[in-house]
């Protein structure tokens, strides 16, 4: 009796059912007693790709982006080879020619140079620059024997000296190592009425550039000097120090 009465119920309950399915495959029932009863089918194949869309509008210009890094140095170029000479440009023209202002008086000049024996120095009020007859050594060839002038090739620190003597009786003199027109060191002798020589010596170390000109000088306002084949007169000089 239980089963037919199952049935029955199940077959009524049917009855008050409206089915609906939709394209998704999905089946829903309405019961007039307002409960919803759903049923979900599996899911269907998958379905074949569409065709492609419309290209879309063209998207608006970035910011700038960062600076990079600086690259590695290139390899040097290879040098280029010396091009030909030219040719001569014309000569220019000649310019006008037009005088100087007048220049200033110079300062009193010195006798020429004058040799070491028996030198009497004439009062004229001008110096007189002493030679040497004999060179017994001139290494560099700094000395220049026809003006009496040593001229620095080397700068650097030298010693000179230089030596006087007055004729035999009734003179004197006065004697300067110059550098470059200036006063260094001095020689003074005199023997007055003394019938005999008088002779003496001085030395300095200077500091030479070169072109620097040294030479000994015998004042003037006649002041005299004596030698002979002895050779007292005598004028030296060499390097200490190359600067």
């Known amino acids: 009796m239980k089963i037919p009465v199952l049935v029955s119920l199940l077959l009524v309950l049917r009855t008050f059912v409206a089915l609906e399915t939709d394209q998704g495959g999905v089946c829903s029932g309405q019961l007039n007693n307002s409960q919803n009863i759903t049923v979900v089918a599996a899911p269907g194949a998958k379905g074949e790709p569409g065709t492609e869309g419309p290209q879309g509008p063209k998207g608006e210009q970035g910011e700038k982006g960062v ?6 140095l290139g390899p040097a170029g290879t040098t280029s080879q010396k091009g030909d000479k030219g040719e001569q440009g014309p000569a220019g023209e000649k310019g006008d020619r037009e005088q100087g202002p007048t220049g ?7 006798n020429p140079p004058a040799p070491t024996t028996s030198l009497v120095n004439q009062p004229d009020g001008v110096n007189t620059v002493l030679t040497y007859d004999v060179i017994l050594s001139n290494m560099g060839g700094d000395y220049n024997q026809e003006t009496g002038k040593f001229v620095a090739t080397v700068g650097g620190v030298y010693f000179f000296t230089f030596t006087g003597m007055t004729p035999y009786s009734g003179s004197n003199y006065f004697v300067h190592l110059m550098k470059n027109g200036a006063k260094m060191v001095g020689l003074y002798e005199q023997n007055g009425g003394t019938p005999q020589n008088q002779s003496s010596s001085n030395s300095a170390i200077l500091q030479l550039q070169p072109g620097d000109e040294v030479w000994v000088e015998l ?20 390097l200490i120090h190359v600067v």
Request: net charge neutral; proline share 6%; hydrophobic share 20%.
């Open 104 to 110: 200033e008086k110079g300062a009193p000049g010195t």
């Open 67 to 72: 600076r990079g890094a600086p690259g590695k």
């Open 219 to 238: 004042d003037s306002y006649g002041r005299s000097l004596y030698s002979d084949d002895d050779r007292y007169l005598t004028f030296s000089g060499f």
